[in-house]
């Protein structure tokens, strides 16, 4: 296979970490290509080098032949690299046509625009209205803007990083058809996943990165996806394992709760009724933007609901905030890592005063406890293995990964009652993704009641007792995790709420 982009000796390092180590391998043309490693391998750090968004200390790339050095992402689109980020770069108030057109240097007009986003959307299976606002897309029709934005630049190298974290089952196939076919047409694609079944499923070579050195390529259909999970981290790792044992009382139980949509383009919650017993796993599935957000905001307090009530240990809740839901031992962790479940630019320790302050007591006569703050952090980063100079650092230096693993350890750590937390692992790579999901099967087995909102099913179908579904802002009916497989998953998902529950119970 011919190279199209050949890496020799990348690196690249910042204060107190090197984060890529003299990398080199090679992309071939036509080649679906896996970059693989934990958090903090160097995975980010490589790609934005190669996009033009960070220049390297050392080394040199060539692509097709020609020495290539871009010095911004204009440069490398010019080249004929495209990315697609993990978090995408849209405006929700805009519509399709115009997000593709600031996207281009120069684009054409719009009616012209429109129609070649008709032609590309169609040509590769990912159908798309460039007249519908972006706000009203579904999560997997908003990767659906970033894809064919970059494939409107005949793109020679397309990077995708972790494209699937919002897609549903059925949408990633679909995803899969389109990276297949643009492979078949000489395109080359970089992906970055953390899900080793779809590396090994679509790539046909892996490159894994260990502390930012390349540590050995793979191919990935030759090998299990546990194999690769432990060339990754150099070790093996357990399964997460559930402690049977009975459950014990309803501590969290909501009664029709319903709540406004936040703005224009959320999603409000329509009477959902559910309940969670001491010891209990619940886990809650649904595609991106069905009202998870909303439901961890309504049961945390962070929004006052106006219909339905909330019972937490017998006592109606409904009406008291956040502070007062935490102080009683009712906690939550949110999806969104920067800005929501830490602050960008205040250090770990810091970040662990704003959660834990009551609970552990880190704030005493109206001063903070500098020394017993730092311990905390401290605790947190070695229980769960947080990646980091220290707890002075900014919570935006670390990794995604690795931020989750703080955020989610800082909040298992101050033994809750209830554990509410959507997307613990997601951006995690395999062996951390497990320590998290014993950490909360331990809470359980403690006593505690869990609720895990998440987009992966894999994880839902690991740890959960039962499973529900959200879609449009309502829950279905939890079902036994033993009763169902990924069809009738599906059907809830899909909105199929008493099909579902005929079908089981029939």
């Not at 033994?415 to 937390?421: A, E, K, L, M, R």
């Amino acid at each position: 296979m011919d190279t199209l982009l050949s890496i020799r000796g990348l690196t690249k390092a910042y204060p107190g970490v090197v984060a890529n180590d003299d990398v080199s391998f090679d992309i071939g043309k036509g080649e679906i290509h896996a970059l693989l490693g934990e958090n903090g391998a160097g995975k980010s750090t490589l790609v934005k080098m190669i996009f033009g968004l960070v220049k390297p200390d050392a080394g040199e790339m060539v692509l097709d032949g020609a020495a290539y050095a871009p010095g911004k992402p204009s440069d490398a689109r010019r080249s004929g690299v495209a990315m697609v980020f993990q978090h995408f770069s849209l405006f929700e108030a805009l519509d399709v046509a115009e997000n593709v057109a600031l996207g281009m240097e120069n684009p054409p007009k719009p009616r012209d625009l429109a129609r070649q986003i008709r032609e590309v959307s169609e040509t590769y299976g990912l159908p798309l209205d460039p007249t519908r606002t972006v706000g009203t897309l579904s999560a997997g029709e908003r990767q659906r803007v970033e894809i064919i934005r970059c494939l409107l630049q005949n793109p020679r190298l397309l990077i995708m990083d972790e494209p699937t974290s919002v897609l549903t089952p059925q949408e990633v196939e679909i995803l899969f058809q389109t990276l297949n076919k643009l492979r078949s047409e000489g395109t080359s694609i970089l992906y970055i996943s953390h899900k080793l079944e779809e590396i090994r499923t679509l790539c046909d070579e892996a490159t894994i990165l260990r502390l930012g050195k390349n540590v050995g390529t793979c191919t990935p259909r030759e090998v299990t996806a546990r194999q690769m999970a432990e060339l990754m981290v150099g070790s093996s790792f357990s399964t997460p394992e559930a402690r049977a044992g009975e459950k014990g009382e309803v501590l969290l139980r909501t009664d029709t709760l319903s709540l406004p949509a936040p703005g224009a383009f959320g999603t409000p919650l329509r009477e959902v009724s559910l309940e969670v017993r001491a010891g209990e796993v619940l886990g809650i599935g649904g595609v991106a933007g069905n009202g998870q957000d909303e439901l961890l905001m309504a049961l945390s307090g962070e929004r006052l609901a106006p219909a339905g009530t909330i019972f937490f240990k017998g006592q109606d809740v409904s009406r008291i905030g956040p502070i007062g839901r935490r102080d009683a031992g009712l906690l939550s962790g949110p999806e969104e890592r920067l800005g929501h479940a830490a602050a960008p630019n205040m250090s770990l320790t810091e970040n662990a005063v704003l959660t834990a302050a009551r609970r552990e007591g880190l704030v005493q006569g109206g001063f903070i406890d500098w020394g017993k703050s730092k311990s905390f952090a401290e605790k947190v980063i070695e229980r769960f293995d947080v990646r980091t100079p220290g707890p002075g650092t900014a919570a935006r230096a670390l990794s995604g990964g690795n931020l989750q693993k703080f955020v989610v350890g800082r909040e298992i750590l101050q033994s809750p009652d209830v554990f509410i937390v959507n997307q613990p692992t997601w951006g995690v790579d395999a062996a951390a993704a497990a320590a998290i999901r014993q950490a909360l099967l331990d809470l359980a087995a403690k006593g505690a009641a869990i609720i895990v909102i998440s987009q992966d099913l894999d994880e839902l179908m690991e740890i959960s007792d039962r499973f529900a579904a959200l879609n449009e802002g309502r829950l279905s009916p939890a079902r036994a995790v033993a009763e169902l497989d990924i069809e009738k998953i599906g059907l809830m998902m899909g909105g199929a709420h008493d099909m579902e529950v005929a079908h089981v119970d029939g």
